[in-house]
């Protein structure tokens, strides 16, 4: 397996915050308040970043808006490549999607197959009025159309790149950086 190195830091913790205040924004926007507005972060650092939108949310609107976890591991395309027994983690859905906006959230889009999984895993839960997407950090290389509806940053990255995003929740840090395969 080829080594990493960090080639650069894109966001720092006040980014990420102004970007998720930005996004909180554009979802009560669209979404003309917050009825039937529900958000479901997509394992791992997808549910994170739906309780920081959600906080922000109810600090902007006042009103509290339910946040789900989505596990997708059974739903992925590439199942049998992950592991001869990939661990599955809870799915926490503890609210009715039926007739709801559903915003999924999730750190980095890139081929889209993630999201398309994630979709697949929300219409076994129900049927939502509509599903919408916020991800943070939007890279391109889409490999199925689809596209985000609210996203933080938009960076042009090179397939051999990769970007993580650590947050304080589970990295101790709040930050994007583009790692490099050497």
Same mark, same amino acid.
């Given at each position: 397996?080829?080594a ?7 966001i ?15 979802? +009560? ?7 039937n507005l529900?958000?479901i ?16 949310i109810k600090? +902007?609107?006042g ?8 596990d997708?591991t ?7 490549t992950?592991?001869?027994q990939?661990?599955v983690?809870?799915t ?16 980095v889009?890139y081929?889209?197959?993630t ?18 997407l ?11 159309? +689809?596209?985000?509806d609210?996203?933080?940053k ?16 589970m ?8 790692m490099e395969?050497?």
């Amino acid at each position: 397996m080829p080594a990493l190195r960090e080639k650069a830091r894109i966001i720092d913790q006040d980014g990420i915050r102004r970007a998720l205040t930005r996004i909180a924004h554009e979802i +009560i926007e669209r979404n003309k308040g917050t009825d039937n507005l529900v958000l479901i972060g997509i394992r791992r650092r997808g549910v994170p970043l739906a309780r920081r939108l959600a906080d922000k949310i109810k600090v +902007i609107e006042g009103s509290q808006v339910p946040v789900g976890v989505l596990d997708i591991t059974l739903y992925r395309d590439d199942l049998s490549t992950l592991s001869h027994q990939p661990v599955v983690r809870q799915t926490a859905v503890n609210f009715s999607i039926e007739g709801k906006r559903v915003v999924l959230v999730d750190d980095v889009l890139y081929t889209g197959r993630t999201i398309r999984a994630a979709m697949d895993a929300i219409m076994d839960l129900g049927r939502p009025r509509n599903i919408q997407l916020a991800a943070l950090i939007d890279r391109g290389h889409r490999e199925l159309p +689809i596209r985000a509806d609210y996203v933080g940053k938009n960076v042009p990255t090179a397939r051999r790149e990769l970007v993580e995003v650590h947050l304080v929740e589970m990295d101790n840090a709040d930050e994007v950086v583009i790692m490099e395969k050497t």
